[in-house]
């Protein structure tokens, strides 16, 4: 039981830092957030400390159209 509360808080340090990172490239400022934008703060906050060492993680998706 030790071991999963040990992973359990640093998981959840590793995500606080990834937020911290994504804030600091000022990603939470924009208010029309798109599909893309919406992962590439996703894929930042998951990256977590490894934005620190270099990664710049950035994700761009095409949403199909309805049609008419």
Known sequence: MRGTSIVGVLVVIWL?????????RGYYGNDD???AEA???LVTIVAGPLNY????PKIDCEL???SK
Do not use: F, V
């Open 16 to 24: 606080i830092i990834g937020a911290i990172a994504a804030g600091q």
């Open 53 to 56: 060492i270099g990664a710049n």
């Open 64 to 66: 199909p159209e309805p």
């Open 39 to 41: 992962g590439t703060i």
């Open 33 to 35: 957030t798109n599909c």
